[in-house]
């Protein structure tokens, strides 16, 4: 008798198809299919409406109250930020999750906070650091804006305005920036964005140190309170999910699985026929599924989504990386990693026909939007080192410049490895904590060894500022040129809350900036703020803060 645990495979939800609705042809000679006996009414609640000044206090009033909260922690002086969720108390020095978690009771305000919330994630999702100054910088260039046409500048010239500013000091900024030399670049830049903690840049630095430039980072938690660095077979697949539905971490939109089962076939799967046997089949095995294929789409997409909403599956499909035949050695490739069976069309491997034992196995899986990293189960090692000697067979007896390229790529997907950093810690709280800011320090520094750096303390914005009058002078609008004279005031703001954050007065760090007479403070030991390269920070923040 089957296991009281066990899921039947009539647990198996199959989407909806149109034989089983209800076909009517409504006035207009539309028709609408519905389920039958199905009644339901949908009664939306009332809207509160506001103009003028009105709405624009109760905005700005939202805006200040997120914006205050985010700022407290920003520089190395700032302060944590505590917040109440379900079970321990998080405390938090990231700007984006302290965004996110802010909601207000006023609606009015609440959309007011909700720019700044969108800001921050704009920036998060772009580049993956720098969220708290450029909230800081929106809440600047809203109540500047606002300002502005209550003494009745045109909004519409205002925003072409900083649009047109925003667009020549990005220019600016990247003629500044520099690339990152060794590892005591990648060490600064990462200390800097975990808030001034060298240990943390010690760890990116030998991470990448392991895996090189171009190879992959993760972060998870230890089972001990030490920290420590890892590197695990594994590879990076620039493929996202295909529906969000299959998220499993809303605050971070990401999917993540441990101890994953994985198929890897190059079939596209659209009909429920194709999927229902093998969802039957992972249904008793409890573990997580992904699915790499050419495509999944229709009734199929539809089923998994279900199963995935209704926690009856937990379930992601990845389009398969590549084109053509190269896609299919790149399947080849993460069927050996997982060590699964290929599920290959041209040898009659049908999906619908994929038996457990076909199906490869992953330590753990995170899937973004845009990439999918893989982390191997540690039994596969042997068969990954022959294939990768393999492809070095192959690569030192080709004459293709093209051949030796994509080969070459796949060696270092395969043999680079990924680093893993276990953060350990005392506490739920504290760990959450040190998780956040390491992954901060990550994209930071990996943009920056993408893109460049910058001086950092916000004294990079401070200068560029001096640039203003120059775009200023080229607009012949006067309310355009009003929008520049805003962002000129708002670039300051970041290095001025910097500085008062650390008692310090921020008006007079910003003129000693300006003049170049100031390069280190230092309290307590801690420096607050630097100009020139003692503190660097990534371009990709700096210009993605401009730009949000």
């Known amino acids: 008798m089957a296991s009281a645990n066990a ?4 647990s198996i939800l199959r989407s909806p198809n149109r034989q089983s609705l209800t076909r009517r042809v409504n006035q207009n000679g539309r028709v609408n299919y519905r389920q039958p006996n199905s009644r339901f009414a949908v009664k939306a609640s009332a809207k509160e409406i506001a103009f003028d000044q009105s709405s624009r206090a109760a905005i700005q009033a939202g805006i200040d109250k997120l914006a205050d909260a985010v700022g407290l ?3 190395p002086r700032g302060r944590n930020v505590v917040l109440d969720e379900f079970g321990s108390p998080k405390v938090v020095n990231d700007g984006v999750t302290i965004a996110r978690a802010i909601e207000l009771p006023d609606a009015m305000e609440n959309a007011g906070a909700a720019l700044i919330r969108e800001v921050a994630s704009k920036t998060n999702d772009s580049a993956g650091d720098g969220t708290t100054t450029a909230s800081v910088l929106a809440r600047e260039i809203i109540k500047l804006g606002l300002l502005s046409v209550t003494s009745g500048a045109n909004p519409v010239s205002l925003k072409r305005g900083i649009d047109k500013t925003v667009q020549g000091l990005v220019e600016e900024l990247e003629k500044k920036a520099r690339p990152v030399k060794g590892g005591d670049d990648i060490k600064a830049v990462a200390s800097i964005s975990a808030g001034n903690d060298e240990l943390i840049g010690q760890m990116i630095a030998e991470a990448i140190d ?12 230890s089972s001990s309170f030490e920290t420590t660095v890892e590197v695990e077979e594994g590879m990076e697949i620039d493929r996202g999910y295909i529906s969000p539905q299959f998220v499993t971490n809303p605050e971070k939109l990401i999917v993540e699985f441990e101890n994953a089962r994985v198929l890897v076939t190059d079939q596209k799967i659209s009909a429920i026929k194709d999927i229902i046997p093998l ?3 992972t249904t008793q095995l409890r573990a997580p599924l992904l699915i790499i294929a050419e495509d999944v789409t229709g009734e199929a997409l539809a089923t998994l989504v279900v199963n995935k909403l209704r926690g009856i599956l937990n379930v992601a499909a990845i389009k398969a990386p590549g084109f053509g035949e190269r896609r299919k ?3 080849q490739d993460i069927a050996i990693l997982t060590g699964a069976e290929f599920q290959a069309s041209d040898l009659g491997l049908l999906v619908e026909s994929t038996s457990v034992e076909q199906l490869g196995l992953a ?3 995170t899937i973004s939007k845009d990439s999918t990293t893989i982390i191997a189960d540690a039994a596969t090692k042997d068969e990954l080192q022959a294939r990768i000697a393999q492809l070095k067979k192959e690569l030192s007896e080709t004459d293709s410049v093209y051949d030796t390229e994509k080969l070459a790529e796949r060696i270092a997907k395969l043999s680079g490895g990924v680093a893993v950093i276990k953060v350990g810690a005392a506490t739920e709280t504290e760990l959450e904590d040190r998780k956040l800011r390491i992954e901060d320090a990550k994209n930071a520094t990996f943009a920056a060894i993408e893109e460049g750096i910058v001086p950092g303390g916000g004294t990079a914005l401070v200068h560029l500022s001096t640039h203003v009058p120059a775009i200023k002078n080229r607009l012949e609008d006067a309310d355009e040129r009003l929008g520049a004279d805003i962002v000129q005031k708002a670039l300051v703001a970041p290095a001025a809350l910097i500085a008062q954050n650390a008692g310090i007065e921020g008006e007079v760090v910003v003129e000693k900036i300006k003049n170049g007479e100031w390069e280190v403070i230092r ?4 420096t607050v703020l630097c100009s020139k390269w003692k503190e660097q920070k990534s371009l990709r923040p700096s210009r993605g803060r401009i730009l949000d």
């Open 7 to 10: 899921l039947s495979s009539a």
């Open 73 to 75: 922690t920003l520089g």
């Open 210 to 221: 392991k895996v090189g430039p171009d190879g992959v980072l993760s972060i998870e938690s």
């Open 279 to 281: 969802l039957e089949k």
């Open 329 to 331: 050695a790149l399947l």
């Open 363 to 365: 330590r753990k899986v």
């Open 523 to 526: 309290l307590r030991r801690r």
